[in-house]
């Protein structure tokens, strides 16, 4: 089962679920061909991936190819895969890899098994385990398609570093047809430079209701920064318009597996569980001990958020060394 893992240039590497799909595509291939694909990566961003034991890259170079929209994105990646005849596309599911998997497997009439926490081997189609239910429940689904295009929820794959060399590259000359999907251009890319994206941090320090307005999240985001950690949001909040929608976590904002998550003044909805509740770990704090956040949780502070947080912050920083 040959096998194309979707890259992202990140700062000098790649994004951290790069990595995690190179893990996982190398621990299913059972020593069929894995190879990447990357748009107009740096020879040094490409050469952090062999470090994960990727050995070979298609490099889509150019400058025509930057800031594609997705529909000529999935068209490139698709042409790519038919071209070194994968079986399997993997992507992080991330909000590229979510925007572009469908589109590819529609090109490649393939079936698409979204949000993965667990792949399986096997040897003739791709098996994985994902969530369905808002996370109620967990499915095995088996592709029954020639190709199968797979997305995996982000940091549940743990990468691991095989200290490879840097991979060969080849560069990938997309057909004139992938260059003229009609679709819209992008004219600017605009960062949110210093702010940490809940879908892709290691922690995240989310705030609810119980911190009783927006003046008072200064408190989240003290302990988010003694943390290096995102800060996350209940709708409750978001819908109130103290926060933005991007930091919402659960049913309808992002999902999310932090290796932390500290829940302050959330009281677990069901619909925030949706969205956290694969998190490593759960810190709650929450002066109802009787709140459903804390069935879930690993570690639980039945306390009020404005006595404990101011506390709690200055205790960490002083470890941490980050305030
Ligand atoms: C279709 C649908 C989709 C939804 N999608 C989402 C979603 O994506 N994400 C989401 O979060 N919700 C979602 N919701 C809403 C969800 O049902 C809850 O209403 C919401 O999560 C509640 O937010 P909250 O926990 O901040 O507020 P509340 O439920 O009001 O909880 C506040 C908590 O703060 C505690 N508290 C109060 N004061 C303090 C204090 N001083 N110190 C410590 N604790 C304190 C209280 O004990 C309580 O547990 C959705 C709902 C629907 C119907």
């Known amino acids: 089962m040959s096998i194309l893992v979707f890259l992202e240039p990140h700062g000098d590497g790649l994004k951290r679920t790069s990595y995690e799909a190179i893990t996982a595509a190398l621990s299913i291939a059972d020593g069929a061909p894995v190879a990447g694909i990357v748009f107009n990566a740096s020879a040094q961003q490409i050469a952090t991936a062999g470090e994960y ?37 993997l992507l992080g599911a991330n909000s590229t890899g979510k925007n572009l998997a469908p589109r590819v497997a529609v090109r490649l009439s393939a079936g698409l098994l979204a949000d993965c926490v667990e792949l399986h081997n096997s040897a003739s189609s791709l098996e994985a385990t994902r969530p369905v239910y808002a996370g109620k429940a967990l499915v095995r689904v088996k592709a029954t398609t020639a190709v199968t295009v797979a997305t995996l929820r982000p940091n549940l794959f743990t990468a691991k570093s095989t200290g490879g060399a840097a991979p060969s590259v080849s560069e990938f000359a997309p057909s004139s047809d992938a260059a003229s999907v009609p679709s819209m251009r992008v004219t600017n890319v605009m960062r949110n430079e210093g702010q940490l994206d809940v879908s892709e941090a290691d922690i995240i320090v989310s705030g609810g209701r ?5 003046e008072h999240f200064n408190l989240i985001e003290g302990l988010a920064k003694s943390l290096g950690a995102a800060v996350g949001a209940s709708r409750a909040v978001v819908d109130a318009g103290w926060r ?28 925030h ?6 998190s490593k770990i759960i810190v709650a704090i929450n002066k109802d001990k009787d709140a459903p956040i804390f069935s879930v949780a690993d570690y639980g502070i039945v306390g009020d958020v404005f006595e404990v947080l101011p506390r709690l912050t200055p205790a960490i920083a002083a470890v941490t060394g980050k305030s």
């Open 53 to 89: 034991g990727l050995t070979r890259v298609l490099n889509v170079a150019g400058d025509q190819w930057s800031a594609l929209p997705n529909a000529q994105m999935s068209a490139v990646v698709a042409e790519a895969a038919s071209s070194i005849g994968a079986k399997v596309v």
């Open 210 to 214: 119980g911190l009783k307005g927006p």
């Open 244 to 271: 933005p929608h991007r930091e919402q976590v659960g049913q309808t904002g992002k999902t999310v597996s932090p290796t932390m998550y500290v829940a302050c003044g959330i009281s677990g909805a069901v619909q």
């Open 273 to 278: 569980l949706a969205g956290m509740s694969s």
